[in-house]
């Protein structure tokens, strides 16, 4: 082998290696600081004092920093009312979801579904470059005339918004329906329990001594991971936006579940933590700087778990029901709905 070819081959060689080192961010994880050494993200203070200003209705002592300038373009009814709710039924919908919209209005977003319980469904949706006059937004609108349940938001519905639709929920509850004791966040292809969820709070605020709604409760599937740094991610997390090796831990965003206290925490400390763009994540950083400790609860799946009648007993909540008439009939035998 000549001399040159040899040079030719270490060439490509050296480039291999720096392209995998590239595109693999290994300079990234290598450079990231250690999250056991101090966490901290902006507002890099105490922030819960300051969430307590909040809650009594005062003027913080720290200017707030992450407010969403976004308008609700419509509105509801449906907390027009001094009841005490028991549950309020958060869903996180894209526009274009309408099967998954009736779907679940017809199976777990049913408000009279449990004797004695006084349960709310509404879903939340953003807007599209087309709006107000796309195909898509036209059919939203004879569809909030005829259910009253969309809370519409002036932001663009897509992916990396998803932590924008999240806190402007959580100010829509804080401002309009504080009342409830708990709330579920649910994305439209999870199948839920209600029954099942109901009876998960009961188990514990039981043993806590603490009135419904009045715990710091934040659970659902728990997960503490690390950043993704490969540049061709769609997950990728640069040390600009977050320089440490591990998240805190943090709730899978496809169904958790918070208490009244823990919806009102986690909104007033929102407004002092920087924005982060995947809203899971997010909460696990509000959460951390409040003070609540994310719980974990198997019974929130956030895969789909396989379906048989029994193994679904104990089940809260289950991903990837994209098939309506599916998510209708495993809810229905559930149910014992012929």
């Known amino acids: 082998m000549s001399y040159r070819r040899r040079k030719y081959k270490l060439l490509l060689c050296a480039c291999a290696v720096i392209g995998v080192y590239y595109f693999l961010g290994i300079n990234d994880y290598l450079n990231s600081r250690s999250f056991e050494d101090g966490f901290d993200y902006p507002l890099n203070i105490d922030l819960q004092p300051v969430v307590q200003e909040v809650l009594a209705g005062k003027k913080p002592s720290v200017q707030p920093i992450n407010y969403y300038p976004y308008r609700f373009l419509t509105n509801t009814g449906k907390c027009n009312t001094i009841e005490k709710l028991d549950l309020f039924i ?57 259910y009253k349940d969309i809370i519409q938001i002036d932001f663009r519905d897509n992916y990396y918004n998803n932590t924008i639709k999240t806190m402007m929920s959580f100010r829509w509850l804080y401002e309009h329906c504080n009342t409830a004791d708990y709330y579920l966040f649910t994305d439209d292809d999870m199948y839920i329990s209600v029954n ?32 993704q740094r490969f540049r061709t991610s769609k997950w990728r997390v640069t040390l600009e936006e977050y320089p440490w090796n591990k998240w805190p831990f943090y709730v899978t965003a496809g169904a958790y579940l918070v208490s009244n206290k823990s919806m009102k925490t986690l909104y007033a400390g929102s407004l002092f933590v920087k924005h982060f763009r995947f809203d899971d994540i997010y909460l696990g950083i509000l959460a951390k700087k ?14 789909k778990k396989k379906y048989d009648k029994e193994g679904y007993r104990d089940v809260i909540a289950s991903h990837g029901y994209e098939d309506h008439d599916e998510l209708i009939r495993v809810w229905n035998e559930q149910n014992n709905i012929n």
Do not use: W
């Open 290 to 303: 409040v003070g609540i400790v994310p719980q974990h609860c198997p019974r929130f799946h956030f895969y």
């Open 90 to 146: 958060v869903v996180k919908s894209a526009m274009n979801h309408f099967g998954h919209r009736n779907a679940i209005r017809l199976t777990y977003g049913q408000e009279n579904l449990i004797p004695g319980r006084i349960i709310k469904t509404l879903f939340f949706l953003g807007i599209d470059d087309g709006y107000p006059k796309s195909e898509t937004q036209s059919k939203i609108d004879e569809e909030m005339v005829q």
């Open 196 to 227: 099942n969820l109901l009876d998960y709070v009961h188990d514990v605020a039981i043993p806590t001594s603490i009135e419904h709604g009045d715990m710091n409760l934040y659970a659902g599937y728990v997960f503490q991971s690390t950043p």
